[in-house]
């Protein structure tokens, strides 16, 4: 079958510590290199239980070097329990030789060596396996540098719509393309729905006009290559294929000839809603089955699922006071590189953030041109990636939702990371770093927890310490000399977690909250209104108990009226937790209650090492959450 194994010994009689290198051929990114601190026959079970480090292309000395030492067991290497560190630098000079062979050997389908000796006098190979093939597959040529700008700002658009009847696809859509482009010239090849159509300031033609500058196709999907074809022709720029039944439904051919016919041009699509901005809506859910955030934020986001880009990011967004400048369904995205979209979105002035859900779109060929433009986009704002099909069962399903497969996992992962994006783990943790990115005040010092409630304050630091997230080890004597004065006399205000504890009064906690301003410090305030103090105020020297909702809304007031950097945690789980949760939400706090732990540290600590790398970016805007009527509902409940 064209491929041959080489092995061979290479040296005998060698000591000191044993490691493995390897190298493989990636479809996507060129080839993988791959370390482990632990070689020889010991090696793959070492690897079942931690992963190797993994790098994707040619790499230079300094990510070699960071190669060796961010595995977990390098440290037997570099000088663990007093012995002399090995020759760390000659180890990593080696790892980048193997990349260049690679890169220079497309011949090379994979190489093994293993055991190699690393001690303090040098490295020492002993045992080498290399594959090689004689079918060599040169890597294709993909798009890095088309002009994005039609799909910004279009001057005019052509549609085609299967119907324009009322209510149907079609008319949502050429409703929301007429709001934002204004001139629009629509083709009815079915002539369903005529009659609505003439009611709609439109011009109506019967073939492909010569003029405009994007195309937005929700027509029949057999012949969407020809009219694309046309279009471009014509003098079309871009295209938004709206259309389905393509490569995600297994008709590869068609959507094949699709990508043929569009040429030069870039498209969005097939298979998505296309793109919701102030200057260009293509979506066609209508108001009453989703509501849609406001459309001066900092973040433009990409998907390629259409139903996270209407609940996560536009349901969740908006029902949260998180406008948005612009989302991308992207579908399976057969049209357009995610090499372009970082290049374009990293010059947009009106772009403080770039999100990305990655679900196998980056081409065959395109991994190091993806690596260089993500390099580039992270040097000046984050780009904030959830990847999806990491799983063996996530590819496959991955093949049958956009008609792609994903890469392999470890590259994919060694590639986002070579680039410097932020990953995240989850859809929850995505919502919860934008929520708080948009609301809350910048904060570098040591996360702080403050709480009502001791038993939460210590499951947090259990789970602070098992995601890494650093907590301030003491509170500043100064402000504890501030505060304490409002506390009872065994609560100790220099502790971090910080219990206020239950006997504290809702006065003492807005106290307590209004003098961290000046510490700098994120935090986490886990709220009991079920505890008498967390709903009892003094009025004349008498203690007065309040209702839930009302004592919150004091403490959501004290964060926003010094803007603080806190998430507030409500501790409940019932229909009043709900209602105590949306009070605070209406003044611009992030609020959670129903989420784990770790998952609400995890996304305070990704957030923080944002404000960290990009200190001179402001990511937050004006706070105006959609209106939540089932507060009403609640309160109502409350009061009986």
């Avoid at 119907?163 to 482009?181: M, Q, Y």
């Avoid at 090849?189 to 011009?203: A, F, H």
């Amino acid at each position: 079958n064209g491929h041959k194994d080489i092995s061979f010994i290479l040296q005998e009689g060698r000591s000191g510590h044993e490691v493995m290198i390897g190298a493989k051929r990636d479809p996507i990114f060129g080839f993988q290199i791959i370390f482990t601190p632990e070689g020889g026959k010991y090696a793959e079970i070492s690897a079942k239980v931690v992963p190797p480090s993994v790098k994707v292309g040619e790499i230079d000395l300094d990510e070699a070097l960071s190669m060796i030492k961010e595995h977990p067991l390098s440290a037997k290497i570099t000088g663990a329990r007093g012995e002399t560190p090995s020759d760390i630098e000659s180890l990593a000079k080696l790892l980048v030789r193997i990349s260049k062979l690679m890169y220079e050997n497309p011949q090379v389908e994979a190489l093994d060596l293993n055991p190699v000796f690393v001690d303090p006098g040098g490295v020492h190979m002993v045992d080498a396996r290399v594959e090689e093939t004689s079918n060599i597959c040169s890597m294709p040529e993909v798009e890095t540098n088309r002009s994005l700008n039609v799909f910004i700002k279009p001057k005019s658009a052509f549609a085609v719509v299967v119907s324009a009847k009322p209510n149907s696809v079609g008319a949502k859509l050429l409703v929301n393309l007429i709001n934002t482009v204004g001139d629009v010239k629509v083709m009815l090849p079915t002539g369903k729905g005529l009659d609505n159509l003439q009611k709609m300031p439109v011009e109506i033609v019967d073939n492909v006009p010569n003029g405009c500058d994007l195309l937005v196709y929700a027509g029949i999907p057999a012949d969407a290559p020809g009219i694309v074809k046309k279009f471009r022709e014509r003098g079309g720029t871009g295209a938004v294929i709206i259309s389905s039944d393509f490569a995600e439904t297994g008709n590869k051919a068609l959507e094949d000839e699709l990508k043929k016919c569009a040429g030069e041009i870039p498209y969005v699509g097939p298979n998505g809603l296309g793109i919701y901005s102030k200057y260009l809506n293509t979506f066609f859910i209508d108001e009453q089955r989703t509501t849609y955030p406001a459309m001066n934020g900092k973040f433009v986001l990409f998907t390629q699922s259409g139903s996270l880009a209407s609940e996560t990011f536009c349901e969740y967004l908006a029902t949260h006071g998180i406008p948005v400048n612009a989302v991308f369904s992207l579908g399976n995205g057969s049209g357009i590189t995610f090499t372009e979209i970082l290049n374009s979105e990293a010059d947009d002035p009106e772009v403080s953030a770039i999100v990305i859900h990655l679900e196998g779109a980056i081409k065959e060929g395109e991994g190091p041109h993806f690596i260089a433009a993500l390099k580039k986009a992270t040097k000046v704002k984050p780009v904030i990636i959830l990847p999806a099909g990491l799983s063996a069962k996530g590819r496959k399903s991955a093949a049958s939702h956009t008609g792609r497969m994903t890469g392999g996992a470890d590259a994919l992962l060694a590639a986002l990371k070579q680039g410097g994006a932020t990953v995240v783990k989850s859809e929850e943790q995505l919502r919860q770093v934008l929520w708080m990115l948009n609301v809350l005040p910048k904060a570098f010092d040591k996360t702080v927890i403050f709480t009502s409630g001791g038993g939460k304050g210590v499951l947090a630091t259990d789970a602070a310490e098992r995601i890494g997230l650093e907590l301030k080890e003491k509170l500043p004597v100064e402000y504890a000399e501030k505060v304490k004065q409002f506390l009872p006399s065994f609560a100790d205000p220099t502790n971090n977690p910080f219990d206020f504890t239950a006997a504290a009064s809702l006065d003492a906690i807005e106290k307590v909250l209004a003098a961290m301003k000046p510490l700098d410090c994120p935090c986490v305030f886990y709220y009991g209104y079920q505890v008498p103090g967390g709903t009892t105020t003094f009025k004349d020297g008498k203690a007065i108990g309040i209702d839930a909702v009302s004592a919150v809304d004091r403490v959501a007031k004290t964060v926003k009226e010094y803007d603080l950097p806190v998430v507030l945690h409500i501790i409940g789980q019932t229909g009043l937790a709900r209602a105590v949760e949306r009070k605070a939400e209406e003044y611009g706090v992030v609020v959670t209650r129903t989420s784990a732990i770790e998952l609400i540290l995890d996304s305070l600590k990704t957030v923080i090492g944002i404000w960290r790398k990009y200190p001179n970016l402001d990511f937050r805007t004006e706070w105006n959450p959609v209106p939540d009527t089932s507060l009403d509902c609640l309160k109502m409940k409350e009061q009986g």
